[in-house]
């Protein structure tokens, strides 16, 4: 993997990464690898988890997969002793678990009469569909804090990085639920950063702009590839004009977790999305 920068502060840590069998997670697998860290492939499917954990060991780097349920904390204590027993403490910890749910979406960007009985409106939206997305987004960052932070204490060289979104500075419309998770996991971020930092932990995170892959594909373009109304407008908010690659977010996180780039950087919540958060129309 060619890398912008490639820290060496990182060899021979032990890097856990949550939701690591996706694209972007799993991109972000193989650029740690790359700069010598032992990676922890955590996912809720095996198969994912190994196929990113065969590619780095293919290409010589350490790697193996687990399968995890972020939102079950005996799950998470079971898999922490499993990689304590494989590698040792945990060092860093990048939680990538997160997504959307169609159960957690409406129909409508603003409200108005139902045409149809397959529209979703703001009051069709079920208790468990907001409670997944919340849950899988904030809960499924929070309890990983929880488990692998304990190795962390008063260790040098440690640090946590969450992954929240643009749409935690200014919500999405049609997606509350995910637009609330993420700006709570970007508070307790700057919450976690204070409260760590007498032990030496520092947390950040990065806040991904619009990037295309498999999981929103079908909501930025149409089967025949043209692009969506939703798409047009995302672009036309976002300076510079296109949707991000998710290589783009590597340099940047390399750089949060490696004590070397950021020793004295804690409660950071950076944006990496082409300006969209900036940009008020005008």
Avoid at 37 to 51: G, H, M, S, T
Avoid at 54 to 79: M, P, Q, S
Wanted: hydrophobic share 40%; proline share 4%.
């Amino acid at each position: 993997m060619k890398l912008a920068m490639k820290p060496e502060n990182l060899n021979g840590k032990v890097v856990v990464i949550t939701g690591a069998g996706g694209v972007i997670c799993g991109a972000m697998a193989k650029a740690v690898a790359a700069c010598g860290a032992k990676v922890c492939v955590l996912d809720r499917l095996i198969d994912k988890a190994n196929e990113v954990a065969e590619e780095i060991v293919k290409d010589g780097g350490i790697a193996k997969g687990y399968c995890n349920n972020v939102l079950d904390r005996e799950d998470l204590k079971r898999v922490h002793e499993e990689i304590n027993r494989d590698f040792g403490k945990v060092d860093i910890l990048i939680n990538g678990a997160g997504g959307n749910s169609p159960k957690a979406t409406t129909s409508q960007e603003y409200y108005e009469e139902k045409k149809s009985e397959d529209e979703i409106s703001f009051f069709d939206l079920k208790q468990e569909g907001v409670e997944f997305v919340f849950d899988l987004n904030f809960l499924g960052t929070f309890l990983p804090c929880q488990e692998f932070g304990k190795d962390m204490l008063g260790r040098k060289g440690c640090s946590i990085l969450n992954v929240s979104s643009m749409n935690a500075f200014t919500p999405l419309t049609k997606i509350p639920a995910y637009s609330a998770a993420k700006s709570s996991v970007s508070n307790f971020t700057k919450w976690l950063a204070v409260h760590f930092s007498k032990e030496g932990i520092r947390v950040n995170a990065i806040a991904p702009g619009f990037l295309v892959t498999a999981q929103n594909q079908a909501l930025l373009y149409n089967a025949d590839g043209t692009p969506t109304a939703r798409t047009e407008k995302i672009l036309a908010a976002t300076p510079m004009e296109r949707f991000g690659d998710p290589e783009e977010l590597l340099a940047a996180t390399l750089f949060l977790i490696d004590e070397g780039c950021s020793s004295f950087i804690t409660g950071v919540v950076l944006p990496i999305d082409g300006g969209f958060s900036s940009y008020a129309g005008v």
